[in-house]
């Protein structure tokens, strides 16, 4: 393509609502953390290895009784809180701005449970509610080097 000779309106995204093709046999819930697999797909946060924290689901995608793809998700980027993990996984104030790991999908923890669980996002604080975690599937990449 040749370069401009004159100004263009150039197509945008905002970036914080994202679109993803949803794996096979999945259903994710409103709120669901959401993490993409090694093939592209969206799946909800659990305990597993080979995924990364993208968002959460905006509205619910059931693509239970399909194949992958079958079905789009909507996805939002962002801090959100989910709950914390118990006993010696618990996230506290010393692991702001260190990366967490999907229990589930509305639990996240401070270890990768002995290399069981996949990075989820990015520690902003901990409350008496649970653990505030930045969800950017770029940004969690880069720091743990995948």
């Known amino acids: 393509m040749a ?11 905002e970036g914080d609502v994202i679109a993803g093709a949803v794996a096979a046999t999945v259903l994710l819930h409103v709120g669901a953390l959401v993490m993409r697999n090694a093939a592209g797909y969206v799946t909800p946060g659990a305990t597993a290895t080979g995924l990364v924290g993208v ?6 995608a059931d693509n239970a009784a399909g194949a992958a793809g079958d079905v789009t998700a909507r996805i939002r980027t ?4 989910f709950d914390n993990s118990a006993a010696t996984d618990a996230i506290t104030s010393a692991e702001i701005g260190d990366v967490c790991f999907a229990v589930d999908d509305q639990t996240v923890a401070k270890t990768d449970g002995t290399a069981t669980r996949s990075p989820a996002g990015i520690v902003t604080d901990v409350d008496a509610q649970g653990v505030w975690v930045r969800l950017d599937e770029a940004l969690t990449l880069a720091r743990t080097g995948a």
Do not use: K, Q
């Open 78 to 81: 962002g801090v959100f809180r």
């Open 55 to 60: 968002g959460i689901a905006e509205a619910e």
């Open 3 to 13: 370069a401009l000779t004159a100004g263009r309106l150039t197509p945008r995204r």
